[in-house]
């Protein structure tokens, strides 16, 4: 691990304040995530801000009867919230869907969005990598591709966003909240938070260095059954082939997001508005122009299979 | 110990014992140590951490880069807490901070100030075993014993998470409290790998501990 100096903040004033001080620093939550790609020097920041203890670790709810949870929101936390458990129940089955008991001990809900691909060949330093390192290539296309992305991906990396949590989040129209390191503030649907691949893979999300979440905010509750269909290689605690997110209601309309098919979690109006007539047309307008290698074509019959047993299941 | 004259402080020497480390900071008046320190091509950043471990408080300052998991076994001696795979999917180092099971070895030291840590040794010692490190003997929960303080660790903590209402991915209805069968347990363990494959024994000692039919 590179060395790096460490300050810790307790307001997100403060850290945003820290960061222009110190370009080129990065904030620490939970690090789990960051610090396992510091040690693979993947990460290389010289100055840590250590955010973790400046609040925004609250659940309450908006003016327009929503919920704002806090940044700081350990995933444990999230999922066993009353609220979220009754209201948002996709949240709770996405994050228990997810990681280990360990690690959503200390994961934070803005850490979750922001966590790094998966893809082997973007922790592998010895392989060219995009993202890793801006214009040496992509080994994975070409290369073990079966874990990788079938839509929106780009000629400079197919590598998909490994949230669990963001799918959930995804499906119920979350907005991300923000302080920059002038003080402003903004609201950033979470459909426009990635960056799609291009050229820049690098660049995942919209913000700008040194713009802090401050918190993940879900509009009023939409009823209906919330289901969370995780599909893996083994029965816990590993990252998603691909899953559905959905909210059905009775009449059969509802909401679904899908994982481990893209550089975030996929979601397609059209697709929604689909829905009532099933899995096979749902599923045509969620993955249309969907490109696959000979080792991920798997995900397109996966998904729609997928969603036709959480269709099935919500209708109970 | 013999270190080669060209690697002043070597890795291997300054994780020999959070006293050398400590030492090269506070003794800087000792001609050996300045003279290491001068000789060194940079000094990396340190910081002073206090804790609790174990009910004893502690004071280190460290390399910024130090994990918790590296703080209790290289700088405290507390070798019960094991390294695993250092990458968080293993499960071997998880400790106890302030009542929830984490993975040490992705934390850093650093960020645990004032911290309440709770480690294998401060579970029970040999002739005052915890009732968890009772039953992975009764039960044999174990062949080589290397993920075994972690297994235990994170089964002490399973049983409070259950008992807090906190649900898993096997909890069949959110809205109900989750209680302890051998799915939920088997699901909430599934962070501690053991290669020697103890499972359905691990599952036997905290089925035992938690009293339940199961």
């Known amino acids: 691990m590179k060395s790096f100096t460490y300050e810790r903040v307790d307001t997100p004033a403060a850290a945003t304040a820290a960061f222009a001080r110190t370009p080129g620093a990065r904030f620490i939550a939970g690090g789990t995530n ?25 659940i309450e709810p908006t003016s327009d009867g929503g919920i704002r949870i806090g940044a700081m929101v350990r995933n444990t936390d999230l999922a066993a919230d009353a609220q979220i458990r009754r209201d948002y129940g996709l949240v709770s089955r996405a994050l228990v869907a997810g990681a280990s008991g360990q690690l959503r001990n200390k994961a934070t809900t803005a850490g979750n969005l922001l966590q790094r691909t ?21 080994a994975a296309i070409g290369g073990f591709s079966r874990i990788h992305a079938i839509v929106g991906a780009s000629d400079a990396c197919i590598a998909t966003h490994p949230s669990d949590m963001a799918v959930a989040m995804q499906a119920l129209d979350a907005a991300v909240e923000t302080i920059d390191t002038a003080g402003k503030t ?8 990635y960056r799609a691949p291009a050229n820049t893979p690098h660049l995942e999300t919209v913000l700008a260095p040194g713009e802090l979440i401050t918190a993940v905010t879900l509009p009023k509750p939409v009823g209906g059954t919330h289901i969370y269909h995780k599909v893996r290689d083994r029965a816990s605690y590993a990252f ?37 007539r099933g899995a096979k047309a749902a599923t045509a307008a969620l993955l249309a122009g969907a490109k696959t290698t000979h080792e991920n074509a798997y995900k397109l019959p996966l998904v729609e299979r997928t969603l036709a047993s959480v269709l099935a299941q919500a209708k109970g | 110990m013999a270190i080669p004259e060209e690697f002043p402080i070597s890795r ?11 030492a090269a900071v506070s003794a800087a008046g000792s001609p050996d140590a300045r003279a290491a320190v001068e000789k060194a091509p940079s000094r990396p950043p340190t910081a002073r951490v206090a804790f609790h471990v174990n009910n004893t408080a502690h004071e280190l300052e460290l390399d910024t880069r130090t994990t918790l998991l590296d703080a209790l076994r290289e700088h405290l001696r507390l070798t019960g807490t094991k390294k695993g795979c250092d990458h968080g999917q293993c499960g ?7 009542g929830r099971r984490i993975n040490s070895c992705l934390s850093l030291a ?77 699901e909430r363990m599934s962070g501690n790998i053991c290669r020697c494959g103890a499972y359905s024994n691990i599952v036997d000692a905290i089925v035992d501990v938690a009293g339940v039919k199961a």
């Open chain 1, 118 to 138: 998966r893809c082997p060949y973007f922790y592998d330093t010895n392989q060219p990598c995009n993202k890793r390192k801006p214009g040496s290539g992509c």
């Open chain 2, 12 to 22: 291997r020497g300054l994780l020999a014992g959070g006293a050398v480390s400590v």
């Open chain 1, 186 to 193: 903004r609201r950033i649907a979470l459909a426009d938070f």
């Open chain 2, 92 to 98: 071997a180092c998880t400790v106890i901070v302030d």
């Open chain 2, 110 to 186: 650093v960020m645990h100030d004032g911290d309440k840590i709770t480690t294998i040794e401060g579970l029970g010692l040999p002739g005052n075993l915890h009732p968890m490190q009772q039953a992975f003997v009764e039960h044999d929960g174990y062949q080589c014993g290397y993920c075994t303080p972690g297994q235990i660790c994170s089964a002490v903590a399973v049983l409070e998470e259950i008992k807090a209402g906190i649900p898993s991915h096997v909890t069949a209805d959110l809205s109900d409290p989750p209680s302890v069968t051998r799915p939920e347990l088997r």
């Open chain 1, 240 to 276: 998603a082939l691909i899953s559905v997110g959905a909210v059905v209601q009775r009449d059969g309309r509802g909401h679904v997001a899908i994982g481990g098919v893209g550089y975030k979690p996929w979601r397609i109006k059209a697709a929604d508005a689909e829905l009532p």
């Open chain 1, 34 to 58: 960051l610090l396992d790609l510091m040690k693979l020097e993947i990460e290389t920041p010289g100055h840590l801000i250590d955010v973790s203890r400046i609040g925004l670790d609250r």
